[in-house]
Each structure stands twice: as C-alpha cells, then as structure tokens.
C-alpha cells in the first residue's frame, strides 16, 4: 500500500520556522510529506543561507506575500504551518481555514481568550481541526502516566506544580517589536514567561489535571497570583501563581531573571505517591517507601518537532482520530494566562538595587536577582508568594475567579496606566 505524499507550505523562513522547514525535511526525504511552497516577507534576509540553496534545490516557490501563497497553491496544499509571531496567529489561522485548509499552527494560539474563542469559532465547520504546536503531549511516557492517574492508580489527584529559571537577556526582550509587551496598537499581546517560553510547561501542567480521558485539561477555575519585573519591560518576567484547576491546586512559579543555567521541575502529587517528571527520567516515589524510575521520551526539539508533524499527517490521512492539542484543548492554558493578570491587578517593579547585570558568553545583559531565585525555591518546597514569606521587596497580589477574566481589559488598562505613570506598581 502507499501512503499519500501530503502537500504542505510553511509560512516563514526565519526563527522556529527554520525548525519547521528542517523536520519537514525528514517528513520530505521519508516520502511522507512534500513542501510545495513556503514565504517570507524579508526573503532577501535569507539570501545565500543554505535554507535557500536547498529550497531553491528542490523547486519550492518562494513567495513575499503569505496569502498570494495560498492562493496560488490552493489546489494542492493538504497542510500549512505557521510558525510565526503570536499576534499573527488568528489572521492567517483565518487565511488557511478560509480556504480549506488544514492548519498546524505554533504555540500559543494567542494569548487572549476572546482571539482563541473565534478562532475555535473560525474552524466550527471545518474538516480538520487545527493542531497546537505544544511539543510535549506526544511523549508516550507523559500519557501512559496519565493514564495510571486516571485508573487511581496513584489514588487521588491533589496538586500538579511547575516551578522554573529560565534566564533570558535583555536582547531577548529586544529581539520583536512585541516581546514583554501587554498590547500593541490596540491588540492584545500578554507576552510573558508562562504565555510564550514557558508554554509547554504550563500546558504540560493543566495536562495532568484533565479528568475525562489522557487528551484532556483541566478547567480553571481560581487562580491567586504575584507578579514582579526585573527587565525593563511592560509585562511580568516573574510569577508566583496558585490556582485550582478541575478538583486540583496547581502552583506555578517562574521567570526570566537570572544568569545561570536553567532549572525546573515538574511535580505531580498524588495521595499515594510524588511523581517527578522531567529530563531524562521520571520517578514514582510511593508514600510506603517503593520508588521507581524509568526514562522519559523525551529526544531533541528538532525530532519532537518531526514526531509532532508526522503525528499530525497520520491525523489528516486518518490514521489518528483527533489532533494531540486542538485550539479547544489550548483553553486552560490561555484562561490561566489571563487569570494571572487579573487576579495580581498589578506588576511589582523590583528595585535596579536588588537586580545583578552580568555579561552572558554572548556579550548579552542578564537581570540576576538572587531573592527571586531564593523565592521560587521556597515556593516549591512551601507553595507560599514572597510577600507571604515576609520578603522586604514583596507586595501582595489578588485572587480571581474564571468568570472574572471578563475584567481582563480593565486590569491590562490599569497596568499600563500606572506603568506610563512611572509608579511602582
Ligand atoms: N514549539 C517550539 O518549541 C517553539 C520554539 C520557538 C518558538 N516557537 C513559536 O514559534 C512561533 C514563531 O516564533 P519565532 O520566535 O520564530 O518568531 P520570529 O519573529 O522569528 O518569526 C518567525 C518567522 O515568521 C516570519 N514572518 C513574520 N511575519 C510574517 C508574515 N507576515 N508572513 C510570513 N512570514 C512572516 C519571520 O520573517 C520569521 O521568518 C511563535 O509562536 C513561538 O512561540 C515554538
């Protein structure tokens, strides 16, 4: 029997598109999948890259304009990718959906939870649902251990934590007009820690509480949250938040401050046992003293990425009923993204005195603040904010319930007014 070579276009050159057209590669060389065709308003950045040469090798069209792309190549196209900007997200999901096309889209969708509401509107009638790029939901170790919670093997489920240092440098910051950014001409933008970098890991969490079956997430429902800057930026780059999510608490404490390597952990306890997930293994540890450890599936980005997209081609040949992530499923993880920003109410400035430059190995700023890193350790061992922990610099934030993320307009307002005022806020 032979398997239909499906037709896809990647929409941009640069950035994690670059990722893109190297794993459909693979997909390409394995008979799979075939570019047809792909664009970049900036292509003459590209020029001599050896993306270029082997595009240009392979007889794919390069068009500047997105849609004149679709247009042209609307017959034959199965699928389109969009690894581009966040804010560019709904408009061309729209583009493909309009036209009959199968979207495998990055993450996040957005980060507003009105844009992903019609954007799951905008694909209602659609053949296909669109896939999210969360690179993690495909590990077969995270959804067997999924499946031994909701069997109880665990007994019950009472609180799922992520608690990471991710360091990145003022360059990060400076790298797309929309970077740190809340809005931008008007549109909402949330750019932030746990909405963009640290994505996987938060939608990895609101994996564990989904209670109906492994391919779902839980439904938020409260969220507490303190939120601090470090970077001279208009959203958070810190972020201590508790919330309950479907019947569990979830606590997430994260940031972008710092200078050395990154750290995490990902934590699941269970009334019988702590299961500690990550890197290159994942432990059981039972409360009656058992422990078992066994290897995560964890590969490269680049082959989660090839795994994703072929996961993804199985969806649309039929083979797999259901995409791994739908815009649907992104919900949970868009609602506590907004739910942080409500319920703090506003964002603690820290003082440049309690913030370290140091150069990195590339000659780029990084914003060290040795009490934050102090107080995310607390928090995963405590599960308690800064200023509950009586931290000099701390200021308390708020609570909010899932109904009140209609105040999301009037929080971001308050935000950026007090911020544009020059108060500390
Ligand atoms: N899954 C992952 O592991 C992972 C990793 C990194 C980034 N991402 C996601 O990928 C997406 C892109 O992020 P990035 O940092 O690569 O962004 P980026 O700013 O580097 O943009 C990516 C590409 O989109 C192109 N582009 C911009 N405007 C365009 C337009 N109008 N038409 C066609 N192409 C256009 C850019 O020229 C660039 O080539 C984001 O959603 C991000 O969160 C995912």
């Not at 000659?363 to 931290?391: K, N």
Request: with cysteine; net charge negative; aromatic share 8%.
């Amino acid at each position: 029997m032979t398997t239909k070579v499906l037709k896809a276009a990647v929409i941009g050159l640069g950035g994690f598109a670059h990722a893109h057209h190297d794993a459909l590669r693979v997909l390409e060389a394995n008979g799979e999948v075939q570019v047809v065709a792909t664009c970049d308003p900036q292509v003459e950045k590209f020029a001599a890259t050896p993306l270029l040469a082997d595009l240009e090798a392979r007889s794919v069209p390069i068009h500047t304009d997105y849609l004149e792309m679709l247009d042209v190549h609307a017959n034959e196209l199965d699928f389109v990718t969009i690894p581009t900007p966040i804010p560019l997200h709904a408009t061309m999901h729209r583009a493909c959906v309009e036209r009959g096309m199968a979207v495998y889209l990055e993450k996040p969708p957005t980060l507003d939870w009105r844009e992903l509401d019609s954007m799951i509107e905008t694909e209602k009638e659609a053949h296909f649902q669109t896939q999210v790029g969360f690179n993690f939901i495909i590990e077969t170790t995270r959804q067997s251990l999924k499946a031994r919670i909701l069997a109880g093997e665990f007994g019950d489920l009472k609180r799922a934590i992520f608690v990471g240092c991710h360091p990145r440098s003022e360059s990060y910051f400076r790298r797309a007009h929309w970077a740190g950014r809340l809005r931008n001409n008007g549109h909402l933008i949330l750019d932030s820690c746990v909405g963009n970098a640290l994505a996987h890991q938060i939608h990895n969490l609101l994996f564990w509480c989904g209670e109906s079956e492994v391919l779902s997430w839980g439904e938020i429902r409260s969220v507490e949250a303190e939120l601090y800057r470090a970077h001279a930026i208009e959203n958070f780059d810190t972020v201590f938040a508790r919330g309950q999510c479907g019947q569990t608490n979830i606590w997430v404490g994260a940031t972008h401050t710092g200078s050395g390597p990154a750290w995490q952990h990902e934590i699941v306890d269970c009334e019988h046992a702590r299961i500690i997930y990550g890197g290159p293994t994942y432990q059981i540890h039972w409360h009656d003293g058992r422990q078992e450890e066994n290897p995560t599936d964890t590969n490269t980005v680049s082959n989660i990425l090839v795994r994703n997209l072929r996961y993804f081609a199985h969806y649309l040949r039929g083979e797999e009923v259901r995409p791994l992530t739908t815009l649907a499923d992104s919900r949970p993880f868009v609602m506590l993204n907004d739910l942080i920003l409500v319920a703090a109410g506003h964002i603690t400035t820290l003082p440049n005195t309690l913030v370290d430059n140091q150069m990195g190995s590339r000659e780029e700023v990084l914003r060290s603040v040795v009490e934050i890193q102090t107080s995310l350790q607390l928090f995963l061992e405590q599960g308690l904010f800064p200023s509950e922990m009586g931290t000099a610099w701390a200021i308390a934030g708020g609570r909010a319930q899932a109904s009140q993320i209609t105040q999301l307009d009037a929080v971001i307002e308050s935000i950026s007014t007090r911020s544009e005022a020059g108060t500390v806020n």
